[in-house]
């Protein structure tokens, strides 16, 4: 059989992407912004983006530090804290750029300790985003001291996500980067209106990659990676026809000697290659013609966001990414540094 030599797919979205701000977002937007359309920008800034009037300014930064020939939409959603109000997420709504509000359970991952206590605090503010049609991203794992950080996302779908899910019948739901066969299950077979986003990182690898030969920090990200049989279900999941699995990298930059250190942080950088990692996982599977599915259509669809006119194509050359980039004064670590990934994105065909 011959091998395929080039993908062309309609130009895709990434439904969850971390931008960082100041000359850390000057240097990981190109990246995105080449390959693609439009990127639901997370707020957990340091203060977190928790207002329409945050939200609106750091829109514009991130539209003043794109390249000039680029075109890139940020999709922005709100922080949502235990004091997030009504009127502010109608605000949302109205501002015409908020797709949605994040949750994050206080103390989860990167700057998130202005993050949510209990579900209780917020059900004004979510019965408001039920109300106006705004997405729902949660972060889906339970901080509790007593719970192991493999079993964070299980107990999370138990003791919040199933309950969310019927308190709220009309909300819009999206489980950010699954990372177990029991999230994968959940989201099968939960009500319409819940879907999940799924990171290169975690269709690729499993939890040994972070202890090979030694312990590697660039390998660490939240939630953590899982077992073999974890990765095989989310890449089954991925590759099926089931539109409630769509594209979010999940792709988190942190400085090299903040992960290179004592108590490094969580997070790995995936934007220089993002679609060549997502194919490579796809073939893994044997279904590189579900890519597009994944890349281009289902996070779009279930937005209520058209899908993009024009098209990316990628071709099967080997190339390797560099040790690391620069990263404002500081360095960046990519996925793969220094190794070889076996497609390349080319260009952006017209439309
Ligand atoms: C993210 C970050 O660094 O902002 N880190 C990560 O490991 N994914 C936060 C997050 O999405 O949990
Ligand atoms: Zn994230």
Request: aromatic share 8%.
């Amino acid at each position: 059989m011959n091998e395929l030599k080039t993908l062309t797919l309609r130009r895709p979205d990434d439904f969850h992407l971390h931008l960082r701000d100041g000359e850390y977002l000057a240097a990981v937007l190109p990246f995105t912004a080449r390959q693609f359309a439009r990127a639901v920008v997370m707020p957990n800034l340091k203060p977190p983006v928790t207002t329409v009037e945050l939200a609106g300014a750091y829109r514009q930064r991130i539209l003043a530090a794109l390249p000039g020939a680029q075109h890139f939409e940020p999709l922005m959603t709100l922080y949502l804290t235990n004091n997030t109000t009504p009127a502010e997420v109608r605000k949302a709504r109205d501002c015409g750029f908020i797709v949605g509000c994040k949750l994050y359970p206080a103390g989860a991952t990167t700057h998130s300790d202005a993050g949510v206590t209990a579900i209780e605090k917020i059900s004004p503010a979510l019965e408001a985003m039920q109300e106006c049609d705004l997405v729902l991203q949660v972060h889906g794992e339970a901080t509790q001291s007593d719970v192991d950080v493999f079993d964070r996302e299980a107990i999370f779908i138990d003791r919040t996500l199933s309950i969310l899910t019927e308190r709220f019948p009309a909300l819009k739901i999206v489980f950010e980067h699954v990372t177990t066969r029991q999230a994968v299950e959940f989201v099968q077979q939960a009500r319409a209106g819940v879907a999940a986003t799924i990171t290169p990182q975690h269709l690729l690898h499993n939890r040994n990659a972070i202890f090979q030969n030694g312990i590697r920090p660039h390998y660490y990200c939240l939630p953590v990676l899982k077992r073999e049989a974890d990765r095989q279900a989310l890449l089954t999941a991925a590759t099926s026809d089931n539109p409630r699995f769509f594209l979010g990298t999940d792709s988190a930059p942190h400085a090299q000697h903040t992960k290179e250190t004592e108590c490094g942080c969580a997070g790995m950088f995936s934007a220089h290659a993002a679609l060549e990692l997502y194919a490579e996982a796809f073939e893994q599977a044997g279904r590189l013609d579900r890519l597009e599915a994944f890349a281009s259509e289902r996070g779009a669809d279930f937005y209520g966001l058209p899908r993009n006119a024009g098209h990316v194509e990628l071709e099967r050359v080997n190339w390797v990414p560099p040790k690391h980039y620069q990263f404002g004064k500081d360095q960046l670590v990519p996925m793969r540094a220094g190794e070889t990934i076996s497609w390349r994105f080319r260009s952006e065909q017209p439309a």
